[in-house]
C-alpha cells in the first residue's frame, strides 16, 4: 500500500510561486508514476499534471502549460510541483496521486493511490 503525503501549500499573492511536494511511502517510487490534481470549491477535481516514472516524460493541462512544472526525484521518494506566475483561478486543493506502470495518465480513475490534499490559496 502506497501513502502519500502532500506538503508546501500556503497563501501567496496574484504572480508569486509555490513549491509542492509529495513524499511517497510503501511501495516502490520508481514503479510509479505520478500526477497532480486539483479541486476548488464546487467544482470537481481536475487534472493538472502528470510524469513517467523516470521523469523524462510529462504532461500539463492547457491552463497551467508555461507556469507549472512537475519533477520527481526517485532518490527521495518525492515528486514536486513548482507554480510560477499564480492566479487567482489556481485557487484550490491540490492532490497528489500515484498508479503502478511505466506510462502516465491524465485520467482520475486510473490513479490507484491518492493523499490528503495541501490548500493553495491566491489571492488578486
Known amino acids: 500500500q502506497v501513502q502519500l503525503a502532500e506538503s508546501g501549500g500556503g497563501l501567496v499573492q496574484a504572480g508569486g510561486s509555490l513549491r509542492l511536494s509529495c513524499a511517497a511511502s510503501?511501495?516502490?517510487?520508481?514503479?510509479?508514476?505520478m500526477g497532480w490534481f486539483r479541486q476548488a470549491p464546487g467544482k470537481e477535481r481536475e487534472f493538472v499534471c502528470t510524469i513517467n516514472w523516470s521523469g523524462d516524460r510529462t504532461y500539463y493541462v492547457d491552463s497551467v502549460k508555461g507556469r507549472f512544472t512537475i519533477s520527481r526525484d526517485n532518490a527521495k521518494n518525492t515528486v514536486y510541483l513548482q507554480m510560477n506566475s499564480l492566479k487567482p483561478d489556481d485557487t484550490a486543493i491540490y492532490y497528489c496521486?500515484?498508479?503502478?506502470?511505466?506510462?502516465?495518465?491524465?485520467?482520475?480513475?486510473?490513479?490507484?493511490?491518492w493523499g490528503q490534499g495541501t490548500q493553495v490559496t491566491v489571492s488578486s
Open positions: 510503501g511501495g516502490t517510487f520508481s514503479s510509479l508514476f
Open positions: 496521486a500515484a498508479a503502478r506502470g511505466v506510462g502516465y495518465s491524465s485520467y482520475l480513475r486510473d490513479y490507484d493511490y
